[in-house]
């Protein structure tokens, strides 16, 4: 079992950034690759990045990319998502997961997740 904490999110203007972690109660973190996924209101959960086990291979969704960074600390157990250049459609529920089969970008290829971190951008 494996559980994930996710922190870091809040209400921010358009524009700014916020860094979410995600802390992981596990001595094999490392042996994960892992995902952030977003919700908002009425929409289906959307990929938003995937960082393998090394930290080496990163893949973002078009939404994001050149924006947000996925990285993470296998020392501390931790994957982080800076977000930066945030925009209202951003506003969402933040969530990671740990992957455990493929393709990567869609949520039934994970299989651990967190409670969710909301993210509020306004304009």
């Known amino acids: 079992q494996v559980q994930l904490v996710e922190s870091g999110g809040g209400l921010v203007q358009a524009g700014g950034s916020l860094r979410l972690s995600c802390a992981a109660s596990?001595?094999?973190?490392?042996?994960?690759?892992m995902g952030w996924f977003r919700q908002a209101p009425g929409k289906e959960r959307e990929f938003i990045a995937r960082?393998?086990?090394?930290?080496?291979?990163?893949y973002y969704a078009d939404s994001v990319k050149g924006r947000f960074t996925i990285s993470r600390d296998n020392a501390k157990n931790t994957v982080y998502l800076q977000m930066n250049s945030l925009k209202p459609e951003d506003t969402a529920v933040y969530y990671c997961?740990?992957?455990?089969?493929?393709?990567?970008?869609?949520?039934?290829?994970?299989?651990?997740w967190g409670q969710g971190t909301q993210v509020t951008v306004s304009s």
């Open positions: 997961a740990t992957q455990n089969d493929s393709p990567f970008t869609t949520a039934q290829s994970y299989y651990f």
């Open positions: 596990t001595r094999t973190f490392s042996a994960y690759s």
């Open positions: 960082i393998d086990r090394s930290g080496i291979s990163k």
